[in-house]
């Protein structure tokens, strides 16, 4: 499911079988890094929404989080934890193309997996990717949700 008016209406009627937010970390570049910044953030966008296709009625996509250089990492960490703490998911998962959150241990639930540069792949070529990269997620979602 999606964060949007049709998809949440959906949530509310069957909140007991979606317990999983799913939250993409964009990190956004200035300067020379804009263009690699704005790669991994098309790629992460495309592969949150390909994972939340493939366990719709599990998963609420939720918009992304973004943050630049300059942001306390573990102020925001803290502050979009309590956000979501509020919500009625038992299982709170970040996505990102920086492995600062998962190596440095700020998020404990951060999945990182690294960016691949879409813009000039075919639509094919762009599904076999996003495909490839699930196979790798899905292993450490389902464990998750197996330690119930």
């Not at 209406?9 to 890094?33: C, F, N, S």
């Not at 493939?54 to 102020?75: H, I």
């Not at 509020?86 to 960016?115: C, K």
């Amino acid at each position: 499911m999606n964060w949007t008016a049709n998809d949440i209406d959906l949530y509310m009627q069957q909140q007991e079988y979606i317990d999983t937010a799913l939250i993409p970390l964009v990190h956004i570049g200035g300067g020379g890094a804009m263009k690699q910044s704005a790669s991994s953030a098309e790629f992460l966008l495309n592969l949150s929404a390909f994972i939340e296709r493939q366990f719709k009625g599990r998963v609420v996509l939720f918009p992304p989080f973004s943050y630049t250089d300059g942001n306390d990492r573990e102020r925001l960490a803290a502050e979009w934890g309590s956000s979501v703490s509020d919500m009625p998911f038992r299982h709170v998962f970040y996505l990102t193309t920086d492995p600062s959150w998962s190596r440095e241990g700020i998020i404990e639930d951060a999945i990182w997996i690294p960016s691949i540069p879409l813009e000039s792949m075919d639509k094919k070529l762009k599904q076999s990717v996003l495909e490839d990269q699930v196979r790798q997620i899905i292993p450490v979602l389902t464990s998750k949700w197996a330690s119930e």
